[in-house]
């Protein structure tokens, strides 16, 4: 078992315990590195459009006779290979860049991360995160009260007042334990998670 320090509004700080197979792993830059390059792959879209010889404007008769001119043979106008011809190859808006990516690997990388973020101090627990009422002046006094700055924080639930109060903040992220991703996971300095989301990240992790 690993200890999450575990800090309260008052100042308080409790460790708990986590599961070592989630929060204890040893570090793998390799498979990190796979897990971040698939995730980013698969959010990718393809928006690139590019013409191949059928779809550009061209004459389509034969350029010159087959033989007899000392020049070699030619076709179309709109071969790739002459200026103004279509492209040989053409990116299309339905390409696929996805990346497929083992559940097992997946998981252990997430792991991985955790882990590494805990060994390096930017990974700690709050008891709860809620917010009274839809105001962002009484959550950025709540992230004062806990003295975070540039965080990320993964709650079990998020209420309309947590919502509305926290989406106008530009360094501060909150999101529910089935969305988290990788990629968030290491941009931001911090990352706070609630006292009852430890067994849920064991439990969506193990």
Known sequence: MVKIPCIYENGQIEDIEASESVFGRVYNEALVHQVVKSYLANA??????????????????????QKGTGRARTGAATNPL?????????NKPTENFKQKLNR??????????????????????????????????VCLQKLKNYQLENVMIITSEI???????????????VVEVDLIDPVS??????????????NKIENVLQ
């Open 44 to 65: 990718r879209v393809g928006t690139r459009a590019q013409k191949g010889r059928s779809d550009v404007t061209g004459s389509t008769r034969k350029q010159w006779r």
């Open 82 to 90: 002459w200026r103004g011809g279509g492209k040989i190859f053409p």
């Open 185 to 198: 996971l290491l941009a931001y300095d911090n990352v706070v998670i609630t006292r009852d989301t430890v």
């Open 159 to 173: 209420d309309s007042n947590l919502y509305l109060a926290s989406r106008n903040l530009p360094n501060l992220k």
């Open 104 to 137: 097992k690997m997946y998981r252990a990388g997430m792991c991985t991360i955790f882990s590494e973020l805990l060994r390096n101090n930017k990974l700690v627990a709050i008891d709860e995160f809620q917010i009274e009422m839809p105001k962002t002046k």
